[in-house]
């Protein structure tokens, strides 16, 4: 077997894992660790919201969230071809 091969194997291995068959995403297709990272984020803000953003449980869930958008807007870069 192919260096190339084994790396092609151990890539649809992580994708694999990655990818969920049975969870859409907004678009209809597999949902994925981005949509997970994204959808956590958006719940983390609406959490934050919903206590007050004076409080500091807000301000830390925000900081939160915005560091988990982040993270996932540079996994999405990183797919760009």
């Given amino acids: ?3 190339t091969t084994k790396k ?3 890539a649809d291995a992580i994708r694999n894992c990655l990818i969920s ?3 859409a995403d907004s678009n209809g297709e597999s949902a994925n660790v981005v949509d997970v990272i994204d959808d956590l984020s958006r719940g983390i803000w609406k959490c934050a919201e919903m206590v007050g953003h004076s409080n500091t449980i ?3 869930a925000g900081e939160i ?3 988990i958008n982040n993270l996932a807007e540079a996994i999405r870069e990183l797919r760009k071809p």
């Fill in 58 to 60: 807000a301000e830390a």
């Fill in 8 to 10: 092609d194997q151990v």
């Fill in 65 to 67: 969230a915005a560091a």
């Fill in 1 to 3: 077997m192919s260096t």
């Fill in 21 to 23: 068959p049975s969870v």
